[in-house]
C-alpha cells in the first residue's frame, strides 16, 4: 500500500466516529433497547430560586434523555422525557427526589407513560 493510501484510509478512519457523533444522542439511542416517553409535571417551590429549568435540563444532559422543560404560569415546571428506560427511570427519580440545588419537591406526577418506537426529540431543550 502506497504512503498516500495509506493516509486516505488513516482520514477516513477517523472521520467515521466522528460522523456518528454528528448524528447526536438520538441517534445513540435509537438502538440502546426499548425507549420510553413521559410526561411531568413538578409541584412544590421549584420556581423563583434560580432557574429549575435550566438545572433540569443540565441534569437530563447528563443522564442523556431528550426532550423538553417549562416553567409554568401557576408556579409549576412541566415537561417530557423521552430515552432508554433505565434512564428515563434515573431522570424521574431526579425528577422527584432532587431537583434544583434551592427547590423543595412536594410532588412529581407522571402521565402518559408508554413504549416509542423512536424518539421524537433530538435533544434536551427549554421551552418559554
Same mark, same amino acid.
Given at each position: 500500500?502506497? #504512503? ?30 426499548? #425507549? ?58 431526579? #425528577? ?33
Amino acid at each position: 500500500m502506497c #504512503l498516500l493510501s495509506l493516509a486516505a484510509a488513516t482520514v477516513a478512519a477517523r472521520r467515521t466516529p466522528l460522523r456518528l457523533l454528528g448524528r447526536g444522542l438520538a441517534a445513540a439511542m435509537s438502538t440502546a433497547g426499548p #425507549l420510553k416517553s413521559v410526561d411531568y409535571e413538578v409541584f412544590g417551590r421549584v420556581q423563583g430560586r434560580g432557574p429549575p429549568a435550566t438545572y433540569t435540563e443540565g441534569e437530563a444532559k447528563k443522564i442523556g434523555v431528550v426532550g423538553w422543560v417549562k416553567n409554568t404560569s401557576k408556579g409549576t415546571v412541566t415537561g417530557q422525557v423521552q430515552g432508554p428506560e433505565d434512564k428515563v427511570n434515573s431522570m424521574k427519580s431526579w #425528577l422527584s427526589k432532587v431537583g434544583s440545588p434551592s427547590s423543595r419537591i412536594d410532588r412529581t406526577n407522571f402521565s402518559n407513560e408508554k413504549t416509542i418506537s423512536k424518539l421524537e426529540y433530538s435533544n434536551f431543550s427549554i421551552r418559554y
